[in-house]
């Protein structure tokens, strides 16, 4: 079986399938407010078709699509890169209080000093873990966060009149949002290649540089999971060709409390809530991606900033507002950022752990991955073999064998674990990304061990397994392509809807 057919016994019908003309699920309130004349005629339908449904129905329904899912809240969760740590549910209880859910960020600011009490310090927090000067909440996600930094990048080297610079240096092994972000204005790339031991290559770094270079996107540790050995050299040829470190942020985890990548030379950075720091992400957010920045970029960054109007004394609190940087590029969200879903979630994790937990979770993240490095390089090969941080690259294909990453990753749904990031970064060949970040305890880093090495050996006697993988989940192989290019949103349609 090779096609996404489903096993015609598990088809669920659909909730208009459900529906039953009259059932209902609500009962709404007497109405309390005068009644409106309708707007005109054409402006309204005859019918709605609705489902029709009770409450239980409808719960049921929503109950049995959610069990369709693998979650980190089901099993281990190793996708390289993303970071799919457990989201304690602390972070739930907090972001529900009611003076964070029941604000509107249009009051006037007298009678929100909690939530900006909590911006405020969470900016602060952001700024002595990463050693930046300042830092803004508002972009929604790391992308954003990319997109926020290239603006800011551009406005300074206008702000200096130095308009001849056009082009952004990215390494092979960044991850595609960093040449979007930098597509999206219209700046040329140069891709850097990466050396033997996965660091940048210095000499094609050297070679790039010139009078036109607007700055380097540099995540580090890098998407192999290696932290760059000549980190300070490449920043000192970037800077002395006149352009600005990007640190992309979505790898902090590895370095929490250890190393600040503001100390490091960089010179703005995004951070990723919804990986480093437990906001629940998958499934579309919401995201969340602040972003820091040295002294030299603060007043270009995104307005407003929250800031502290009057410090406070033992009598008085102090009073919380908004602040303007001078030289702004703008708003890059309504409002202030993702408040409730990312920004009070983070301030939870980052308080509950304190300082020495935030050292903590880096170094079991990093003691993890190399943990599972060990077990695995014997069978897999690992191209880039060096101490990992928390997170390593490995191929996904075996000598004199047609089994591909793909197959690997398919088969290990079978044995109840999500497939690691397959086939990024793009330097290796038939790449499996794997991340088990810090929350797994030693029993599941073992028991994923087991299942890939019982798969190298199935590659071996029976590899038909691994190609029509995966046998035991609801449907079998997708056709992804056709998946992501054909998407139907909605699996159900009136039946007049026309063609
Ligand atoms: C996740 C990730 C991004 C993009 O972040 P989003 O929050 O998904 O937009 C950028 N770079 C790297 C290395 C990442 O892992």
Known sequence: MNDATPNPKIIEPTIFELSSPGRKGVSMPASDVPEQPMPEKSLLR?????????????????????????????????????????????????????????T?????????????????????????????????????????????????????????????????????????????????????????????????????????????????????????????????????????????????????????????????????????????????????????????????????????????????NDDKPPLYGFIEPKKSIGRMKAFHGHFGGGLVRAYTYIAMHGADGLKDIAQYAVLNANYLLARLRATYHVPYDRICMHEFVAEGQFAGSDVRALDIAKRLMDYNFHPPTNYFPLIVHEALMIEPTETENKNTLDAFADALIKIADEAKSQPDLLHDAPKTTRFGRMDEVKAARELVLCCWLPEDYGD
Not at 168 to 189: E, F, K, Q, R, Y
Not at 203 to 230: H, S, W, Y
């Open 104 to 312: 509107h960020p249009l009051q006037p600011i007298e009678t929100v000093q909690g939530n900006l009490a909590l911006m405020y310090e969470l900016q602060e927090w952001l700024k002595e873990i990463s050693g930046f000067a300042a830092v803004t909440l508002q972009p929604a996600a790391g992308a954003h966060g990319e997109f926020t930094g290239v603006l800011i990048m551009h406005a300074y080297h206008k702000s200096r009149k130095d308009a001849k610079r056009t082009k952004m240096l990215i390494p092979d092994a960044a991850h595609g949002t960093n040449p979007a972000s930098v597509g999206m204005l219209g700046m040329t790339i140069q891709q850097i290649p990466s050396d033997a031991r996965g660091n940048v290559d210095l000499a094609a770094l050297k070679a790039a540089c010139d009078e036109t270079v607007v700055g380097m996107m540099l995540t580090n540790p890098n998407t192999l999971g290696l932290f760059d050995e000549n980190i300070e050299q490449v920043v000192k040829i970037v800077h002395d060709c006149g352009g600005l470190m990007y640190g992309d942020g979505a790898n902090l985890n590895a370095l929490l409390g250890i190393v600040k990548p503001g100390d490091l030379g960089f010179d703005i950075m995004h951070f990723n809530l919804h990986k480093t720091f437990s906001v629940p992400h998958g499934g579309g957010g919401p995201g969340s991606g602040p972003v820091g920045v040295n002294s030299a970029l603060a007043e270009f960054l995104p307005t407003p900033l929250v800031g502290m109007l009057e410090s406070g």
């Open 46 to 102: 005859d019918d709605l078709p609705l489902p029709e449904l009770a409450e239980v129905d409808v719960v049921r329904h929503y109950m049995r699509l959610s069990k369709f899912n693998y979650g980190v809240d089901d099993g281990f969760y190793p996708l390289g890169s993303c970071t799919m740590k457990y989201n304690p549910k602390i972070n739930e209880d907090t972001c529900r209080l009611y003076g964070y859910l029941y």
